[in-house]
């Protein structure tokens, strides 16, 4: 599924595993990804290897996770284990800040590669944007740059970018990230931040596509509620016949992004990937679109950090 076929960022097709149909992405280097994928952040090393596993015997074919995830080697002790061929799975990671800096993020690749047990990436992707030393942002991109032009890595991108981010991330560097991973759920859309990475041929990907089991305060006083929770969200599942996590994601699949659930529970990690046969209509998709609060769970990506951000990740 991995290809390097010379067509342009949104492109989408459908294939079919075991039964589910999943939109495929095409990124603006002709490289392609299923559209969901599996995500593993917060996800303990010990029950790592048997969720991934279930996710690869559900369908999943894209794993998503991070050096600051602490579980790269369980994500690689699964992929190698399992029946599925490794050129059929797109395998994602992320570079932490602390490895930021050009030689430290060809180290962090030699590390992460290590953990995975693989000699190449498929997507490799800064973490954060840590505005606060730039500098050292810049030149971990350019070491990306330097892993996708030896072939190292296919494709390259970032997480947490704002605009301002990516203007100077463009002005200095070569090549245009070919995705930004970004909070996005119906409670905080970033309509703005999607079309600024739409209009650069950036494919956007959600973390948090469901909101997780977060609560958000609104117009409800000081009641909280969780996007999973939402009556509009509800109202449509009931509908369609599908589960409010079903509903978000195939909310994301129809506008075309690549969204990133994550589970640890088998029933969950398939009812996930079965979102994929869900269809929303128009109306469905416009009142979805409408529940957008504003309002970001995850951290601010401009806040500084530094004490977070100068965690280190251990060797291999």
Same mark, same amino acid.
């Given at each position: 599924?991995?290809?390097?076929?010379?067509?342009?960022?949104?492109?989408?097709?459908?294939?079919?595993?075991?039964?589910?149909?999943?939109? $495929?992405?095409?990124?603006?280097?002709?490289?392609?990804?299923?559209?969901?994928?599996?995500?593993?952040?917060? $996800?303990?090393?010990?029950?790592?290897?048997?969720?991934?596993?279930?996710?690869?015997?559900?369908?999943?074919?894209?794993?998503?996770?991070?050096? #600051?995830?602490?579980?790269?080697?369980?994500?690689?002790?699964?992929?190698?284990?399992? *029946?599925? +061929?490794?050129?059929?799975?797109?395998?994602?990671? @992320?570079?932490?800040?602390?490895?930021?800096?050009?030689?430290?993020?060809?180290?962090? &690749?030699?590390?992460?590669?290590?953990?995975?047990?693989? /000699?190449?990436?498929?997507?490799?992707?800064?973490?954060?944007?840590?505005?606060?030393? &730039?500098? @050292?942002?810049? #030149?971990?991109?350019?070491?990306?740059?330097?892993?996708?032009?030896?072939?190292?890595?296919?494709?390259?991108?970032?997480?947490?970018?704002?605009?301002?981010?990516?203007?100077?991330?463009?002005?200095?560097?070569?090549?245009?990230?070919?995705?930004? !991973?970004?909070?996005?759920?119906?409670? &905080?859309?970033?309509?703005?931040?999607?079309?600024?990475?739409?209009?650069?041929?950036?494919?956007?990907?959600?973390?948090?596509?469901?909101?997780?089991?977060?609560?958000?305060?609104?117009?409800?006083? *000081?009641?909280?509620?969780?996007?999973? !929770? /939402?009556?509009?969200?509800?109202?449509?599942?009931?509908?369609?016949?599908? $589960? =409010?996590?079903?509903?978000? %994601? +195939?909310?994301?699949?129809?506008?075309?992004?690549?969204?990133?659930?994550?589970?640890?529970?088998?029933?969950?990690?398939?009812?996930?990937?079965?979102?994929?046969?869900?269809?929303?209509?128009?109306?469905? %998709?416009?009142?979805?679109?409408?529940? /957008?609060?504003?309002?970001?769970?995850?951290? /601010?990506?401009?806040? =500084?950090?530094?004490?977070?951000?100068?965690?280190?990740?251990?060797?291999?």
């Amino acid at each position: 599924m991995p290809g390097n076929a010379s067509t342009s960022r949104g492109i989408r097709s459908r294939r079919t595993v075991t039964g589910m149909s999943i939109p $495929t992405l095409t990124l603006n280097n002709g490289v392609t990804l299923p559209a969901l994928g599996y995500g593993v952040f917060q $996800t303990p090393p010990d029950e790592t290897i048997a969720s991934v596993a279930e996710a690869l015997r559900v369908g999943y074919r894209h794993i998503d996770t991070a050096a #600051a995830y602490g579980n790269e080697r369980e994500v690689g002790r699964a992929i190698a284990q399992s *029946d599925v +061929a490794r050129d059929d799975i797109v395998i994602e990671t @992320k570079v932490w800040v602390s490895d930021y800096g050009y030689d430290e993020t060809l180290h962090a &690749f030699e590390k992460a590669t290590a953990k995975l047990g693989v /000699d190449s990436l498929d997507i490799l992707i800064l973490h954060q944007p840590a505005p606060t030393r &730039f500098e @050292k942002t810049i #030149a971990a991109y350019r070491a990306l740059e330097s892993l996708l032009a030896d072939g190292r890595v296919r494709a390259i991108g970032v997480s947490n970018f704002l605009p301002h981010h990516l203007e100077r991330l463009r002005a200095e560097t070569e090549v245009v990230p070919a995705l930004n !991973q970004l909070e996005i759920h119906p409670y &905080f859309a970033q309509r703005e931040l999607l079309a600024v990475d739409e209009a650069q041929g950036i494919l956007n990907q959600a973390w948090s596509p469901i909101g997780g089991i977060t609560f958000y305060p609104g117009p409800w006083g *000081d009641e909280r509620r969780s996007v999973m !929770q /939402d009556p509009e969200i509800a109202a449509i599942a009931e509908r369609v016949g599908a $589960t =409010p996590a079903q509903v978000m %994601l +195939a909310w994301h699949l129809q506008q075309g992004r690549s969204a990133i659930p994550k589970s640890v529970n088998p029933a969950r990690i398939a009812e996930n990937f079965a979102a994929g046969e869900v269809e929303l209509d128009a109306a469905a %998709l416009a009142a979805i679109d409408a529940l /957008d609060r504003g309002v970001r769970n995850g951290p /601010d990506p401009d806040a =500084p950090r530094e004490e977070f951000f100068n965690r280190v990740i251990p060797e291999a």
